[in-house]
């Protein structure tokens, strides 16, 4: 009797093991990520979606975009600089990182640097002990309520200091500002490289290698934008306009910093592309980069049109908003910005879809894996997502009203991917009560189709004609533009 009941015990012992071993290999894994993929500073930098310029310097100060490098520091003098003021500003816009031009293509440096009289120092503001960049740097700190964060712009063009010409010299002045730069004024989440240089511009060579190598030595999170990244690349053009097609992966050998032979392949990026470097979309709210007293913001209505070309075709748009000669931004930019996030927020703080129902052609894991269509409608536009099964054809996501009679308007569809595991969507359609109102190609993080009417319908169908491996969805919207009269 003994031996039975060791038996039955052993059996029942046996059974267990196995539900336990089971049960964790029932649960579905992830999908495997498409290669390449963003760092982490390269994730949380775009999803900053919208960054602020701040063109302030000598030009600001003469009515010019260029400076010569020959205009004497005294005419430097913004008897009203509050550094304050502009962080407020952005964050009331919904900015979360300000780029200040510490030394533009004329040479003069908004701090202090000792290896150049050419700055604050022989200016009279501040009686020659200003720092520009010190105020800057500590506003953001302190009003920024640790949603903003600060970067700086060097200009490597400089047409004030003799040394520029000579290999060496220019480059070694050129790494002793940088050094200065982000060592001395703490964080620093992005650093601009900027290509250009006029044609007049005496020849050399950047040493671009030894750059890149001492800003990762002295900021280990920062984030490098120059014409070819290598964190963040530029799009191609200063209208804040990508292309229709917009891959964040792209071939960096294939770029070169200051060549205006690649400003297409800048532009749409390179679904074959080996390197993740995501495009960042640099327009001005002026005309000009600089304040002029002669020049106003853009409509709400060009401002808005940029957004949808730049954020909504995945990439980040930085906004310049000047300061003016007084050192404050101006009060017509600033009501243009709040307009402007007023707008934003208008559009796309209601989704219309989570009122719907949805389906999709299949889920991994089946229901409750993990991978439903829940996660499309969820907070979590990253790590949160929509994955079909492996080895079907055709792939959608159906939004539906519950109520038939109700209908909804909208004229605005998002669609994001999680691309924390790559970029994957090629091309896609979208149909309203069986009827293609678009047909699409890339969509990346933020993807945003605005319509040409707003529409009344029961039923919104995203398919999915083409990806590199399983498509992957993290979220999706209907929004109502009011602002959009096309």
């Known amino acids: 009797m003994a031996k039975f009941w060791y038996l039955v015990c052993m059996i029942t012992f046996l059974e267990l093991s196995k539900l336990a071993i089971s049960r964790p290999e029932q649960v579905p894994t992830p999908p495997l990520p498409v290669l390449p993929l963003p760092t982490f500073s390269q994730l949380k930098w775009q999803q900053r979606e919208l960054i602020m310029f701040l063109h302030f310097g000598v030009n600001t100060f003469t009515d010019s975009e260029l400076g010569t ?9 913004p008897v009203g600089l509050d550094t304050k003021q502009w962080v407020t500003v952005a964050a009331e816009a919904g900015i979360s990182l300000m780029i200040l031009t510490a030394k533009h293509h004329d040479g003069f440096c908004l701090w202090p640097s000792k290896y150049t009289d050419h700055s604050v120092i022989s200016s009279p503001w501040r009686n020659g002990h200003g720092d520009v960049v010190q105020e800057f740097i500590d506003a953001v700190k302190t009003h920024g309520g640790g949603g903003i964060d600060a970067g ?10 003799k040394r520029y010409g000579h290999d060496l010299q220019y480059n070694e002045y050129y790494l002793a500002q940088l050094q200065e730069l982000l060592s001395k004024y703490g964080s620093v989440k992005e650093i601009w490289f900027d290509g250009f240089k006029g044609k007049e511009a005496r020849n050399m060579s950047y040493y671009f290698s030894d750059w890149f190598a001492m800003v990762r030595e002295l900021q280990s999170s920062i984030n490098i934008f120059s014409d070819a990244g290598p964190d963040v690349r530029w799009v191609g053009n200063e209208k804040g306009s990508a292309g229709n097609t917009s891959w964040s992966t792209i071939n960096s050998t294939l770029l070169s910093i200051g060549n205006l032979s690649v400003l297409d392949y800048l532009n749409t990026g390179d679904p074959k592309g080996t390197n993740w470097l995501p495009a960042e979309c640099d327009v001005s709210i002026r005309e000009g980069w600089f304040w002029h007293k ?8 060009q401002l808005l049109d940029i957004y949808y070309k730049s954020v909504g075709r995945n990439c980040v748009m930085l906004l310049n908003v000047p300061p003016n000669s007084t050192g404050l931004i101006s009060e017509s930019d600033i009501h243009r910005l709040k307009e402007f996030r007023t707008a934003i927020d208008t559009i796309f703080s209601t989704n219309l879809a989570e009122k719907c129902t949805v389906k999709v052609s299949s889920q991994r894991g089946g229901k409750g894996g993990g991978f439903g269509p829940e996660n499309v409608l969820d907070n979590d536009h990253v790590w949160t997502y929509w994955s079909p099964k492996e080895n079907k054809n055709e792939h959608w996501i159906e939004i539906k009203v519950p109520n038939a009679e109700e209908g909804m308007k909208f004229n605005v569809v998002r669609i994001q991917e999680p691309i924390g595991l790559g970029q994957r969507i090629i091309k896609h359609e979208i149909y309203v009560d069986g009827k293609k109102v678009v047909q699409g190609t890339t969509v990346g993080y933020k993807r945003l189709h605005r319509l040409e009417k707003v529409l009344h319908c029961r039923v919104v169908r995203i398919i999915v004609k083409e990806s590199k491996g399983l498509p992957l969805i993290s979220s999706t919207g209907l929004h109502l533009d009011p602002y959009w009269k096309p």
């Open 69 to 77: 490098g020959k205009e004497n520091p005294s005419i430097f003098n």
């Open 152 to 161: 700086l712009y060097l200009s490597p063009w400089d047409r004030h200091d």
């Open 294 to 301: 002669s020049q106003s913001p853009k409509m709400l209505s």
